[in-house]
């Protein structure tokens, strides 16, 4: 009975998934890529161009996921406002690296923020901004 309980009690270690991830650049032509990504190729690359600093990967571990594929879950989950698995079915990944990508990208752009939006300069803006509030 003792062996039975400890059997039962034993975890055994759940082998690891490794899914094909398909790159959406590769994947699909520019007209799909608008539709689905909200997004022309040129603006994906220029974006996976500024924000490649923060989101390269530097862990060294081979099941990490590359620039462009990190912008590209994050712009589909914004365009679509989707659940994050139906997004993570998309490209071949699990929904907690969905997840986890979606916060990074949007850590990533907070740190560009500063440089893209500035508060007013002179009194003129102010006026302007004053009649749009």
């Known amino acids: 009975m ?3 309980r400890h059997r039962r ?3 055994l270690p759940r082998p690891r998934l490794f899914r094909e991830r398909q790159n959406p650049l590769e994947l699909f ?3 799909e890529l608008y539709t689905k990504f909200r997004f022309t190729r040129e603006g994906i690359f220029q974006l996976c161009e500024e924000l ?3 989101l390269q990967n530097t862990g060294g571990n081979g099941g990490s996921l590359s620039v462009s594929i990190q912008v590209c879950l994050a712009l589909r989950f914004f365009a679509t406002g989707t659940f994050q698995d139906a997004v993570g079915e998309l490209i071949g990944v699990a929904q907690p690296t969905v997840s986890r990508t979606i916060h990074r990208v949007i850590d990533a752009l907070l740190q560009l923020l500063p440089i893209y939006v500035h508060p007013p300069d002179s009194s003129r803006d102010a006026t302007v901004n004053g009649f749009i509030q």
Do not use: G, K, R, T
């Open 2 to 4: 003792a062996v039975l």
């Open 9 to 11: 009690l034993q975890i």
């Open 29 to 31: 032509d520019d007209l």
């Open 52 to 54: 490649n600093e923060f």
